[in-house]
């Protein structure tokens, strides 16, 4: 396992935009499913966007059309960029890597500690 950090957070109001960061805290950690959840009050961690290294992208149902996903290799690490933000959008937003590129966040190995995002309407 890996740690990895994320920023990036913060509050917006309904509409506007933010532009999560993960890096991990070992060099050359890469690994080829690399992706973004979230977790609100209440709720169960959910996939919110998942990259491989071949470039194939996964996007949860409810961020489809809003939400971009992204992977510099040469700086190791990964984005995702937040348009159209929604008050249901709020959570806590965590980075993981080691995955099977799913959607399902038990099946990620390294986690970072998370960021929170709030949207206020």
């Known amino acids: 396992q890996v740690p990895l950090v994320e920023s990036g957070g913060g509050s917006v109001q309904a509409g506007g935009s933010l532009r999560l960061t993960c890096a991990a805290s070992t060099y050359g950690y890469s690994p080829y499913c690399m992706g973004w959840f979230r977790q609100a009050p209440w709720k169960e961690r959910e996939g919110v966007a998942t990259?491989?290294?071949?470039?194939?992208?996964t996007y949860g149902d409810s961020v489809k059309g809003r939400f971009t996903i992204s992977r510099d290799y040469a700086e190791n690490t990964l984005y995702l960029q937040m348009n159209s933000l929604k008050p249901e959008d709020t959570a806590m937003y965590y980075c993981?890597?080691?995955?099977?590129?799913?959607?399902?966040?038990?099946?990620?190995?390294?986690w970072g500690q998370g960021t929170q995002v709030t949207v206020s309407s």
């Open positions: 990259a491989d290294s071949d470039g194939m992208i």
């Open positions: 993981a890597g080691g995955g099977d590129c799913s959607l399902v966040p038990l099946m990620y190995k390294s």
